[in-house]
């Protein structure tokens, strides 16, 4: 079982950043891929980041490439999100989640755990 845990979300105004965190639970973590997901009200959870278990790859949407970087220190068990340039359209409460079987994928039913949220306001 991994247990996780966001932080980091705010309000910022748009050109602003926010680095969001990830805690995990468990000595598994660093064998586990990880993801970052979002969701808007009143619309589909959607992928945003994802990262290998090495830190070695790192997968990305194409609405946040160029702005968004994840990264992890798998020595403290958590994964970042740093997010340059906010734009209002990236206003959505932020997810990260565990995949046990390393695919760093961009399905959400390629995770098995899931953080409980923290959100992004970036007003237009």
């Known amino acids: 079982q991994v247990q996780l845990v966001e932080s980091g979300g705010g309000l910022v105004e748009a050109g602003g950043s926010l680095r969001l965190s990830c805690a995990a639970s468990?000595?598994?973590?660093?064998?586990?891929?990880m993801g970052w997901f979002r969701q808007a009200p009143g619309k589909e959870r959607e992928f945003v980041a994802a990262i290998s278990w090495s830190g070695g790859s790192t997968y990305y949407a194409h609405s946040v490439k160029g702005r968004f970087t994840i990264s992890r220190d798998n020595a403290k068990n958590t994964v970042y999100l740093q997010m340059n340039m906010l734009k209002p359209e990236d206003t959505a409460v932020y997810y990260c989640a565990a995949d046990r079987y390393n695919r760093a994928g961009y399905s959400l039913r390629e995770y098995d755990y899931w953080g409980q949220g923290t959100q992004v306001t970036v007003p237009s």
């Open positions: 468990g000595r598994t973590f660093s064998s586990y891929a």
